[in-house]
């Protein structure tokens, strides 16, 4: 297992300076003028993802989950502030500073908070009995978040759009269903831990949302621009507030953090990287298209541990991951 982790890890290594080259350097520069970017911009948020929750995968381990998360948020300020300081120096011209608004504010720290907060009923899942009904009916998010998105944003899928999510959903629920014996029980279905999931579905898609409104309300010069003060404003406030509740909830407080620095400044350059651009997508298209192609994440990130652990795909994961495919297909070229 060490050597399958130390093999993760250094993968992880390489694949990150390669993917922070290509943020920091090209994009801001090169891929400025075209509305259908949100799609190459997705796929780079969900690589970046991959490596690194690879990267936090260890330190959950090593640190626990609350502080592993904290070390996302924490150690990917810097790099999402050279972020945005790039982007004022580097043109000849610096672009004029956005127009926050009381709007902003909110939809922002609504974001920032319901992120948080998914992780926290994801502990609580973890917890109870039956926690891989959890797992499942939290993939439900992306359904979630073309229901609030039509709520409160006022973005209705195309028909196309919805039936991709549909089969993406459908695709990711058949990769991640429960053992047989959870599967068959009514009672594990209709558990805490079940509610939990469901929860944290739904604050990821709150979250998605309130990221998705502050990028319209701050309508940026350019969706770099609203990515780049999206993640340095939100990363700030989950800072302040998890890293507090680690540091008077936990018995040693914030200081593993800091002894943990190799690994978190890999797991904080690639969560800045993911979220960098995850927040630019937001601000090219909406919440529900860009979280879908995002699901491919999750093929991403099977398909790296199968061949980590040499494992091989059973029927139901061959299926579930085609359907994944087509769904992503789909919202691509309803996006194009």
Same mark, same amino acid.
């Given at each position: 297992?060490?050597?399958?982790? /130390?093999?993760?890890?250094?993968?992880?290594?390489?694949?990150?300076?390669?993917?922070?080259? %290509?943020?920091?350097?090209?994009?801001?520069?090169?891929?400025?003028?075209?509305?259908? $970017?949100?799609?190459?911009?997705? $796929?780079?948020?969900?690589?970046?993802?991959?490596?690194?929750?690879?990267?936090?995968?260890?330190?959950? *381990? *090593?640190?626990?989950?609350?502080?592993?998360?904290?070390?996302?948020?924490?150690?990917?300020?810097?790099?999402?502030?050279?972020?945005?300081?790039?982007?004022?120096?580097?043109? @000849?011209?610096?672009?004029?500073?956005?127009?926050?608004?009381?709007?902003?504010?909110?939809?922002?720290? %609504?974001?920032?908070?319901?992120?948080?907060?998914?992780?926290?009923?994801?502990?609580?899942?973890?917890? @109870?009995?039956?926690?891989?009904?959890?797992?499942?009916?939290?993939?439900? @998010?992306?359904?979630?978040?073309? $229901?609030?998105?039509?709520?409160?944003?006022?973005?209705?899928?195309?028909?196309?759009?919805?039936?991709?999510?549909?089969?993406?959903?459908?695709?990711?629920?058949?990769?991640?269903?429960? +053992?047989?014996?959870?599967?068959?029980?009514?009672?594990?279905? %209709? /558990?805490?831990?079940?509610?939990?999931?469901?929860?944290?579905?739904?604050?990821?898609?709150?979250?998605?949302?309130?990221?998705?409104?502050?990028?319209?309300?701050?309508?940026?010069?350019? +969706?770099?621009?609203?990515?780049?003060?999206?993640?340095?404003?939100? *990363?700030?406030?989950?800072?302040?507030?998890?890293?507090?509740?680690?540091?008077?909830?936990?018995?040693?407080?914030?200081?593993?953090?800091?002894?943990?620095?190799?690994? /978190?400044?890999?797991?904080?350059?690639?969560?800045?990287?993911?979220?960098?651009?995850?927040?630019?997508?937001?601000?090219?298209?909406?919440?529900?298209?860009?979280?879908?192609?995002?699901?491919?994440?999750?093929?991403?990130?099977?398909?790296? /541990?199968?061949?980590?652990?040499? @494992?091989?795909?059973?029927?139901?994961?061959?299926?579930?991951?085609?359907?994944?495919?087509?769904? %992503?297909?789909?919202?691509?070229?309803?996006?194009?």
């Amino acid at each position: 297992m060490c050597g399958a982790q /130390s093999l993760s890890i250094g993968y992880a290594a390489r694949t990150a300076v390669v993917l922070v080259y %290509l943020l920091f350097c090209f994009m801001p520069l090169f891929l400025q003028e075209f509305a259908w $970017l949100w799609v190459p911009v997705t $796929l780079f948020a969900a690589v970046a993802q991959t490596v690194r929750n690879t990267a936090q995968r260890s330190l959950t *381990q *090593q640190l626990g989950t609350l502080s592993a998360t904290l070390v996302r948020f924490l150690y990917g300020l810097p790099f999402a502030a050279v972020f945005l300081w790039l982007l004022y120096v580097l043109p @000849e011209q610096a672009p004029a500073m956005p127009n926050f608004s009381l709007a902003y504010a909110g939809w922002i720290s %609504l974001g920032a908070f319901f992120q948080v907060a998914a992780t926290a009923a994801l502990l609580l899942a973890m917890k @109870e009995r039956n926690f891989a009904v959890a797992v499942t009916l939290s993939k439900t @998010e992306i359904l979630q978040v073309a $229901l609030f998105g039509a709520l409160f944003l006022q973005e209705l899928p195309t028909a196309l759009a919805l039936a991709a999510m549909v089969i993406a959903t459908v695709g990711v629920l058949l990769l991640s269903l429960p +053992p047989r014996g959870q599967l068959l029980s009514l009672q594990a279905w %209709l /558990s805490k831990s079940a509610l939990y999931g469901l929860i944290c579905g739904a604050c990821f898609a709150v979250a998605v949302i309130g990221f998705r409104g502050a990028a319209l309300a701050l309508n940026a010069q350019s +969706p770099w621009l609203s990515g780049g003060w999206g993640v340095l404003i939100a *990363q700030t406030l989950q800072s302040i507030f998890l890293g507090a509740w680690v540091a008077f909830k936990t018995p040693q407080g914030i200081l593993p953090i800091f002894r943990a620095w190799r690994v /978190s400044l890999l797991a904080g350059s690639m969560g800045a990287a993911a979220s960098l651009a995850w927040f630019s997508a937001y601000a090219m298209q909406s919440a529900a298209a860009v979280r879908t192609l995002g699901m491919v994440e999750v093929v991403f990130s099977y398909l790296v /541990s199968r061949r980590i652990l040499s @494992e091989n795909l059973n029927t139901a994961e061959k299926l579930g991951m085609a359907l994944m495919v087509l769904g %992503l297909v789909l919202i691509c070229l309803q996006g194009l």
